[in-house]
């Protein structure tokens, strides 16, 4: 069986994915992480992880790699996770697609924290009689 991804939320600032399957890998594209109210801003996403949880079944193991840096490797037996608290996340390689790979049977969920390139296709300042409200930039 193949992995499969499950986008679980999206919004301006932060995106949880489940990946889960057996023996395979997926990326997960950081420019796939926008939701209807958001467009790409620049070539470069930056994007932080605060939260990784993960159940697999016996003997399994997940690995989480951007770029050339394995972020996380665990025998993912049962059933844990790893949680960055007091304001800070892993921003290792954070301008990379996150690649998952397991052995086994598992299934694991990301918070995503998204900290640069994306913009809001709202804009939030005053309007003046001459705006079209519903046209981004004019």
Do not use: C, H
Not at 48 to 73: C, D, F, M, V, Y
């Amino acid at each position: 069986m193949a992995l499969s991804t499950s986008t679980l939320k999206l919004n301006d600032t932060e995106a949880v994915v489940k990946a889960y399957g057996s023996a395979d890998n997926v990326t997960i594209a950081l420019a796939d992480l926008i939701p209807a109210s958001q467009a790409l801003d620049g070539g470069t996403q930056t994007v932080n992880i605060n939260k990784i949880e993960w159940a697999g079944s016996n003997g399994s193991t997940l690995t989480i790699a951007r770029g050339s840096e394995t972020i996380i490797a665990v025998d993912s037996t049962g059933s844990d996770s790893l949680e960055f608290g007091a304001g800070y996340s892993d921003s290792v390689a954070n301008t990379d697609d996150l690649l998952v790979t397991v052995t086994g049977s598992v299934s694991v969920y990301l918070t995503l924290r998204k900290v640069s390139g994306y913009a809001n296709k709202v804009e939030t300042a005053q309007f003046s009689v001459y705006d079209d409200v519903n046209a981004v930039g004019s």
